[in-house]
């Protein structure tokens, strides 16, 4: 199985601290992968995005046109991204920062809040590990384990003390995404 996927948004999200953790979880499980980001110069407050590819198989090329998953975390990118979603793939979105929502009827999008669950968790640092829950929940692409390594390989170990909490807020963005009907 094969899974591409795009992650979008502003620097300071996350992004590329998401895309680099499920790259790592699927070496982990074992997977051929490709993690290949873009970004400006800004870096933070600057558009941001990550192509990962996980699959079972050797991966051709890790220049994709269209992607089966788009997590788009601000409207610049689900403004870019909407139209590159495969027919029948996924689309996730936060809503906050988004003033017209998806359209697209021939793919399933959801909405995971993560800007408000990681206010209400205290923890605004937890944002993008509750929006890879969500992708997680619909696309269990790698094992909890493996993220928790992915998490060790990716983090300074200086911070190896915030892996736990990193772990609830997936968990959280499990129960947290909902799907919405575009019509």
């Given at each position: 199985?094969?899974?591409?996927?795009?992650?979008?948004?502003?620097?300071?999200?996350?992004?590329?601290?998401?895309?680099?953790?499920?790259?790592?979880?699927?070496?982990?499980?074992?997977?051929?992968?490709?993690?290949?980001?873009?970004?400006?110069?800004?870096?933070?407050?600057?558009?941001?995005?990550?192509?990962?590819?996980?699959?079972?198989?050797?991966?051709?090329?890790?220049?994709?046109?269209?992607?089966?998953?788009?997590?788009?975390?601000?409207?610049?990118?689900?403004?870019?991204?909407?139209?590159?979603?495969?027919?029948?793939?996924?689309?996730?979105?936060?809503?906050?920062?988004?003033?017209?929502?998806?359209?697209?009827?021939?793919?399933?999008?959801?909405?995971?809040?993560?800007?408000?669950?990681?206010?209400?968790?205290?923890?605004?640092?937890?944002?993008?590990?509750?929006?890879?829950?969500?992708?997680?929940?619909?696309?269990?692409?790698?094992?909890?384990?493996?993220?928790?390594?992915?998490?060790?390989?990716?983090l300074?170990?200086?911070?190896?003390?915030?892996?736990p909490?990193?772990?609830?807020?997936?968990?959280?963005?499990?129960?947290?995404?909902?799907?919405v009907?575009?019509?």
């Amino acid at each position: 199985m094969t899974h591409e996927i795009i992650i979008a948004g502003f620097g300071g999200q996350g992004v590329l601290s998401m895309g680099k953790i499920l790259a790592y979880s699927g070496i982990m499980d074992g997977k051929e992968v490709t993690w290949m980001p873009a970004y400006g110069p800004e870096q933070r407050g600057g558009t941001a995005n990550v192509t990962v590819i996980l699959s079972d198989e050797r991966i051709s090329s890790p220049v994709l046109n269209a992607y089966d998953v788009a997590i788009v975390l601000n409207q610049p990118s689900l403004d870019k991204f909407e139209s590159k979603v495969k027919p029948g793939g996924i689309l996730i979105y936060d809503s906050y920062g988004i003033t017209t929502p998806p359209t697209r009827t021939d793919i399933e999008c959801y909405c995971i809040n993560a800007t408000e669950i990681s206010n209400e968790m205290n923890n605004s640092k937890a944002f993008n590990m509750i929006v890879m829950g969500g992708l997680l929940k619909l696309r269990p692409m790698v094992t909890m384990d493996s993220v928790v390594m992915g998490l060790k390989k990716s983090l300074p170990e200086r911070h190896h003390k915030l892996i736990p909490a990193n772990e609830a807020a997936i968990k959280v963005g499990m129960e947290r995404i909902e799907k919405v009907e575009v019509k």
